[in-house]
């Protein structure tokens, strides 16, 4: 088999020190130093990081994050999904080097970095091999409590912040129901009598996404019924609460990919959730969890594009190797020209999303960007995935060559967290000002 190349770069030294020096770095240069690099080689290569458009700060990350991940290479990502048994080992290693808390504020030890950097670091994740499995044993940390950063009071950022960053505690993310991607529907219950010190929760959630090893779940329920309200955006409440199993049954969805973390129902009734793990205000819940969904978006985007060049990386260099009819097949235009083309599109979809991501950072709170970046993104990896099947023949369809797992996983961030449909429906109304069509 061909190797990666996991071995041919050395990488700078990783340590929440240096993290803290990027933040000021960043603040010294947006821009690139190295202005030149030579031509992509570096599509065979393991994470090279000239990117001519990326700054000094998503250079360091880059390379810090590449560090780690080199010490878990395809095989290990093999054999998690073949167990379906979750990458503990990853995740603790990002803990202790302080990238739990990328985007998090450094007084809850975390690095005060931007989006730009925490896509890097997904892209990174992913492309390094780790595929959606690598980047979704973290990617909750990384976006998922930018409701309690914005909306939570002192005692609550201290006291579920601190934990998630140095890696003690995980947490879940509970929106998705029955009702779909209807949310403003779903059913989950919170009610509270006058003077209780808790709420009790009722109903279910589905594709809960870590709830087998979670400690936390932030969850999206109604306090005030459907019918009670102005507008449907209101009554719903958030929590960040324990994942009380003896209240929370949690079942397995046995899925078609990224089998080493686990996705789930969740089961409640008379579930008690202390008043003081309401995040925001009663009935307000729906505004403060949108606020996080375009950076969760682009995150997501940068994820697939870490597939999609990982897939890309494995095909051109079993191309070059494999000799049929005489000749590498990579020498015919039908092999070679798909691969071209993945290229370009993987690098159009990474302009729009370090686009999105350095637009959200610089405040720009519309998300036709962030969505397009998604739906880019996610199309080009699902496309350069199956390619990548297909240039391996038989071998693209065995697992030991990994390709078969970067498509099955690759049709994640096409449905998740957010359909393409939706992308299209959302661009279609917001910025071609059609009439809305759901
Ligand atoms: C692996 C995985 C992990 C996940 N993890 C989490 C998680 O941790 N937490 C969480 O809350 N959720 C999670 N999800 C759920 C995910 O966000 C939803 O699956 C996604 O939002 C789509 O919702 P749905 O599956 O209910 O599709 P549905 O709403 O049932 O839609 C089905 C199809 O119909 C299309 N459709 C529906 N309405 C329209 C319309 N008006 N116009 C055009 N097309 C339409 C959709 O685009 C889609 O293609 C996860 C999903 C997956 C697959």
């Known amino acids: 088999?061909?190797?990666?190349?996991?071995?041919?770069?050395?990488?700078?030294?990783?340590?929440?020190?240096?993290?803290?020096?990027?933040?000021?770095?960043?603040?010294?240069?947006?821009?690139?130093?190295?202005?030149?690099?030579?031509?992509?080689?570096?599509?065979?290569?393991?994470?090279?990081?000239?990117?001519?458009?990326?700054?000094e700060s998503q250079r360091t990350v880059r390379e810090a994050i590449a560090k780690i991940c080199a010490k878990y290479p395809p095989e290990y990502w093999l054999k998690k999904d073949n167990d379906h048994s979750f990458p503990h080992d990853l995740h603790q290693d990002m803990a202790r080097d302080g990238w739990l808390g990328i985007c998090m504020p450094s007084e809850y030890g975390g690095s005060d970095l931007g989006i730009?950097?925490?896509?890097?670091?997904?892209?990174?994740?992913?492309?390094?091999?780790?595929?959606?499995?690598?980047?979704?044993?973290?990617?909750?940390?990384i976006f998922g409590l930018e409701p309690v950063v914005k909306f939570g009071t002192e005692e609550q950022r201290r006291k579920f912040l601190v934990p998630l960053i140095a890696g003690k505690e995980r947490a879940c993310f509970g929106v998705t129901e029955n009702t779909g991607l209807d949310t403003l529907k779903l059913q989950s219950f919170a009610a509270k009598k006058e003077g209780d010190d808790h709420y009790v929760l009722k109903g279910h959630k589905?594709?809960?996404s870590t709830a087998q090893i979670a400690e936390k779940v932030l969850i999206l329920v109604r306090t005030t019924p459907l019918d009670q309200v102005k507008k449907p955006t209101h009554g719903l409440s958030l929590f960040y609460t324990d994942l009380d199993r003896s209240k929370v049954q949690v079942n397995e969805i046995i899925k078609m990919?990224?089998?080493?973390?686990?996705?789930?129902?969740?089961?409640?009734?008379?579930?008690?959730?202390?008043?003081?793990?309401?995040?925001?205000?009663?009935?307000?819940?729906f505004k403060s969890?949108?606020?996080?969904?375009?950076?969760?978006?682009?995150?997501?985007?940068?994820?697939?594009?870490?597939?999609?060049?990982?897939?890309?990386?494995?095909?051109?260099?079993?191309?070059?190797?494999?000799?049929?009819?005489?000749?590498?097949?990579?020498?015919?235009?039908?092999?070679?020209?798909?691969?071209?083309?993945?290229?370009?599109?993987?690098?159009?979809?990474?302009?729009?999303?370090?686009?999105?991501?350095?637009?959200?950072?610089?405040?720009?709170?519309?998300?036709?960007?962030?969505?397009?970046?998604?739906?880019?993104?996610?199309?080009?990896?699902f496309e350069a995935c199956e390619r990548a099947?297909?240039?391996?023949?038989?071998?693209?369809?065995?697992?030991?060559?990994?390709?078969?797992?970067?498509?099955?996983?690759?049709?994640?961030?096409r449905i998740a967290p957010v359909s393409?449909?939706?992308?299209?429906?959302?661009v279609g109304e917001k910025v071609l000002g059609l009439p809305r069509s759901y």
Request: charged share 20%.
């Open 116 to 141: 730009s950097e925490a896509a890097v670091m997904m892209q990174t994740i992913s492309e390094s091999g780790a595929g959606m499995a690598g980047a979704s044993c973290v990617h909750m940390n």
């Open 289 to 381: 969890i949108i606020q996080g969904m375009n950076a969760e978006r682009i995150l997501i985007a940068a994820e697939a594009l870490g597939l999609g060049y990982a897939a890309l990386r494995h095909a051109s260099i079993y191309a070059k190797d494999r000799v049929v009819f005489g000749r590498p097949i990579g020498k015919n235009q039908a092999i070679q020209h798909p691969l071209a083309d993945s290229w370009m599109k993987l690098e159009s979809a990474r302009l729009m999303v370090y686009l999105a991501a350095r637009l959200y950072d610089q405040g720009y709170d519309t998300g036709e960007y962030a969505n397009a970046s998604k739906y880019l993104a996610a199309e080009a990896a």
């Open 1 to 55: 088999m061909a190797t990666l190349g996991h071995t041919r770069h050395v990488f700078g030294a990783t340590t929440r020190a240096s993290i803290s020096r990027i933040h000021c770095k960043r603040l010294l240069t947006k821009t690139s130093r190295h202005s030149t690099r030579t031509i992509h080689a570096q599509a065979q290569e393991f994470l090279q990081s000239n990117q001519p458009d990326w700054t």
């Open 257 to 285: 990919g990224r089998a080493a973390v686990d996705t789930n129902i969740l089961l409640f009734d008379d579930w008690h959730v202390p008043a003081t793990d309401l995040i925001g205000e009663e009935g307000n819940g």
């Open 206 to 208: 589905i594709w809960t």
């Open 389 to 413: 099947v297909l240039v391996l023949g038989g071998n693209g369809y065995a697992k030991e060559y990994h390709v078969e797992r970067y498509l099955r996983e690759s049709l994640i961030p």
């Open 420 to 426: 393409r449909e939706m992308i299209l429906n959302y």
